[in-house]
T-cell receptor, first 109, second 113 residues
Framework: GQNIDQPTEMTATEGAIVQINCTYQ??????LFWYQQHAGEAPTFLSY??LDGLEEKGRFSSFLSRSKGYSYLLLKELQMKDSASYLC??????????WGAGTKLIIKP | IAGITQAPTSQILAAGRRMTLRCTQD?????MYWYRQDLGLGLRLIHY???????GKGEVPDGYSVSRANTDDFPLTLASAVPSQTSVYFC????????????FGPGTRLTVL
């Protein structure tokens, strides 16, 4: 079967750094996405990795290791507005997205 | 219209009733998708359409049907609603069925009693 695993919930402090991990087992791999979803809102795109390595975009970075079936999202200089759920999704061999259940990130002052 | 719109925003429905959730996009994207999102579970694909005139089944298609008569609209119909279909429904679109990111509508919160 296909499976995406990420922690259910994480807590971090404003101004700090947090790393959200995602491991996956899918039938084929055509890229990994990270989305942000604030409570009661739609998911919005954060990053896309298809090759191994680190992609940096401002305060957010995403890393991929295809051989390990592993990715992480790194958030720096945390702000209160970063409190949200972070969704990991893998595009499988049929080019359909398989979604993790999401990691709820709580930021404390 | 800018992006993707969904209607209604929320709905309470009696079991056994028929309901159509509407989705319209103005980005001229080829591919469109319907997901449901339930607490503790990831987004689950119900149906998708890679281009106008074609549709396909996702992970959880039972009890739902879709049509894609044109590029912009992708309605989702529940023929006879059941309480297990209580969920938040998101419509999404992408430029192709390949590597492009998906853009999501604001969602429809559906409660079936």
């Amino acid at each position: 079967g296909q499976n995406i695993d990420q922690p259910t919930e994480m807590t971090a402090t404003e101004g700090a750094i947090v790393q959200i991990n995602c491991t996956y087992q899918t039938s084929g791999f055509n890229g990994l996405f990270w989305y942000q979803q604030h409570a009661g809102e739609a998911p919005t795109f954060l990053s896309y990795n298809v090759l191994d390595g680190l992609e940096e975009k401002g305060r957010f970075s995403s890393f991929l290791s295809r051989s390990k079936g592993y990715s992480y999202l790194l958030l720096k200089e945390l702000q209160m507005k970063d409190s949200a759920s972070y969704l990991c999704a893998v595009k499988d061999s049929n080019y359909q997205l398989i979604w993790g259940a999401g990691t709820k990130l709580i930021i404390k002052p | 219209i800018a992006g993707i719109t969904q209607a209604p925003t929320s709905q309470i429905l009696a079991a056994g009733r028929r309901m159509t959730l509407r989705c319209t996009q103005d980005m001229r994207h080829n591919a469109m998708y319907w997901y449901r999102q339930d607490l503790g579970l990831g987004l689950r694909l119900i149906h998708y359409s890679n281009t106008a005139g074609t549709t396909g089944k996702g992970e959880v298609p039972d009890g739902y049907s879709v049509s894609r008569a044109n590029t912009d609209d992708f309605p989702l119909t529940l023929a006879s609603a059941v309480p297990s279909q209580t969920s938040v429904y998101f419509c999404a679109s992408s430029d192709s069925s390949g590597a492009d990111e998906q853009f999501f509508g604001p969602g429809t919160r559906l409660t079936v009693l």
